[in-house]
């Protein structure tokens, strides 16, 4: 999960209808999406939703493989869970819908939008500190799941990732979001560390015209 080609598709040039949608108009059918996976428990409905999500991603000429692949990062947790719960095939189904189609959602507004006009138009919403934390954690959240996937190649290649033996693999599951954990505090220190050195004063400035 390369941020550079993330940051390549949110300003393509020329882009997709997407990307030519203002930024308002797409943090609301966002959030019209993540409403309506909370309030539906119908698999077929979320099914739906993802699908019609997918289908505008796509139609905005959107990398498939980009977009299907960062949406899919969620699901490792979703699917965590499940297995902790075993709510049953239907709820687990649900459950995996849910995130899906809110991560297809989410992705497809960060693959159409340089982020800093994002948060420019988010920071006349939210208080200062709450929207600067989302866009610190909105980067580190990419770097982290480039982590994830560097840990979980290495595990491949060592055959730590066997479904032949459940109770290995979700211990080094479990050694692996540790070290992810151990490894985000470390992120989150070094990321503070330089705001200070380069004078924070609790104020991100981000112009509406999409630069830090």
Request: net charge positive.
């Amino acid at each position: 999960m390369r941020l550079a080609d993330i940051d390549r598709s949110a300003t393509a040039t020329p882009g997709g209808w997407l990307h030519r949608t203002p930024v308002a108009i797409k943090l609301l059918g966002l959030a019209a999406v993540i409403t309506g996976a909370i309030i539906s428990w119908n698999p077929w409905v979320l099914a739906g939703l993802s699908a019609l999500v997918l289908g505008l991603g796509l139609s905005a000429r959107l990398r498939p493989r980009l977009l299907i692949s960062l949406a899919a990062y969620p699901l490792i947790f979703s699917i965590l869970l499940a297995i902790s719960l075993r709510p049953g095939w239907t709820l687990t189904a649900v459950l995996l819908l849910k995130t899906f189609s809110t991560a297809l959602a989410a992705v497809s507004l960060v693959l159409s939008t340089p982020y800093p006009r994002i948060f420019a138009l988010t920071g006349r919403i939210l208080p200062q500190l709450l929207n600067d934390s989302l866009l610190m954690a909105y980067r580190s959240l990419f770097i982290l799941g480039e982590l994830l996937g560097n840990l979980l190649t290495a595990l491949r290649l060592r055959g730590g990732l066997s479904w032949r033996h459940p109770l290995a693999l979700m211990r080094n599951l479990g050694g692996l979001f540790g070290a992810l954990m151990v490894m985000a505090l470390d992120l989150a220190e070094h990321d503070y560390e330089v705001l200070g050195l380069r004078g924070y004063d609790g104020d991100l400035r981000i112009d509406t015209k999409g630069n830090a």
